[in-house]
T-cell receptor, first 116, second 108 residues
Framework: GAVVSQHPSWVICKSGTSVKIECRSL??????MFWYRQFPKQSLMLMAT?????????EQGVEKDKFLINHASLTLSTLTVTSAHPEDSSFYIC????????????FGQGTRLTVV | GQNIDQPTEMTATEGAIVQINCTYQ??????LFWYQQHAGEAPTFLSY????GLEEKGRFSSFLSRSKGYSYLLLKELHMKDSASYLC?????????FGDGTTLTVKP
């Protein structure tokens, strides 16, 4: 299957700093990437949908100025958590979909963010 | 909007068969997915159904009834490593909404 690489796997940062998470599709061109957040023992919550070359579409309640998403190429999307606070500590997961195929997107390994 | 329901927890015995149900209500339907997620890891894709019927893939099968808004994931010959959370996700217009997941515990 298609491979999606997410980096870093885990990160610890100080409150008030910014953290960038990368999501790469290694063997296919991802026209669409999705960013999710998952709190312990809860399901995945979609944060935003990112299409290559255009602005991301954010879900209701997700601050676009706090969670900056860039999808500048067909193989890379980044999520930057700006001015991180302890409540932003979570498991962030990206998924990438090739073209318009209806087979589901493939997930990256996830990034565990801890803000101290 | 979309609403997805699945049981919170299930327990089964190694070697047995277990069925995890998922019911959904959606304003648009473009497919239903099942994922497996082990603790601390990202989900992995198991199956995709867009037409009614049963899709079989090895020990795992998934069934869909669009008229009833219902799907199930069937796991046969359970292994201890099948202990995980199983997520049902419904794809609407361009995005998927996930259920809360069913935590399956396989006991010896």
């Amino acid at each position: 299957g298609a491979v999606v690489s997410q980096h870093p796997s885990w990160v610890i940062c100080k409150s008030g700093t910014s953290v960038k998470i990368e999501c790469r599709s290694l063997d296919f061109q991802a026209t669409t990437m999705f960013w999710y957040r998952q709190f312990p023992k809860q399901s995945l919550m979609l944060m935003a949908t990112s299409n290559e070359g255009s602005k991301a579409t954010y879900e209701q309640g997700v601050e676009k100025d706090k969670f900056l998403i860039n999808h500048a190429s067909l193989t890379l999307s980044t999520l930057t958590v700006t001015s991180a606070h302890p409540e932003d500590s979570s498991f962030y997961i990206c998924s990438a979909r090739e073209g318009q195929k209806n087979t589901e997107a493939f997930f990256g390994q996830g990034t565990r963010l801890t803000v101290v | 909007g979309q609403n997805i329901d699945q049981p919170t927890e299930m327990t089964a015995t190694e070697g047995a068969i277990v069925q995890i149900n998922c019911t959904y209500q959606t304003s648009g339907f473009n497919g239903l997915f099942w994922y497996q997620q082990h603790a601390g890891e990202a989900p992995t894709f198991l199956s995709y159904n867009v037409l009614d019927g049963l899709e079989e893939k090895g020990r795992f099968s998934s069934f869909l009834s669009r008229s009833k808004g219902y799907s199930y994931l069937l796991l046969k010959e359970l292994h201890m490593k099948d202990s995980a959370s199983y997520l049902c996700a419904v794809k609407g217009a361009g995005k998927s909404t996930f259920g809360d997941g069913t935590t399956l515990t396989v006991k010896p």
